[in-house]
């Protein structure tokens, strides 16, 4: 059994910086994919940026130069600095992991329960 969980969210001024975090824990063999999506009310959930286990990132084009993922792969934990946020980042921010368990062969998507992010003066 695997279990991501996500803290870090909260309630910000525009131009603020708040850092989510994530750990996954449970019977993990490995680790490839980890990475962080939000959903908007009324909206469908998207990208924000991934990082995959040998270092490459990919970003939203809305949070380029403004976020960015790291991950320590020791502690199977993934992070997200978010600068300058702006009104419209506000959204739940969720973490996905893709992960292959201990005496498996396959790899299985793996999501958090959500943190809210609100950006409001």
């Known amino acids: 059994q695997v279990q991501l969980v996500e803290s870090g969210g909260g309630l910000v001024q525009p131009g603020e910086s708040l850092r989510l975090s994530c750990a996954a824990s449970?019977?993990?063999?490995?680790?490839?994919?980890m990475g962080w999506y939000r959903q908007a009310p009324g909206k469908q959930r998207d990208l924000v940026a991934v990082?995959?286990?040998?270092?490459?990132?990919n970003y939203a084009d809305s949070v380029k130069g403004r976020f960015t993922i790291s991950r320590d792969n020791a502690k199977n934990t993934v992070y997200l600095q978010m600068d300058s946020l702006k009104p419209e980042d506000t959204a739940v921010y969720y973490c996905?992991?893709?992960?292959?368990?201990?005496?498996?062969?396959?790899?299985?998507?793996?999501w958090g329960q959500g943190t809210q992010v609100t950006v409001s003066s």
């Open positions: 996905k992991a893709v992960i292959r368990q201990l005496y498996r062969l396959s790899w299985t998507d793996y």
């Open positions: 449970g019977s993990i063999s490995s680790i490839n994919l």
């Open positions: 990082i995959i286990s040998g270092g490459s990132t």
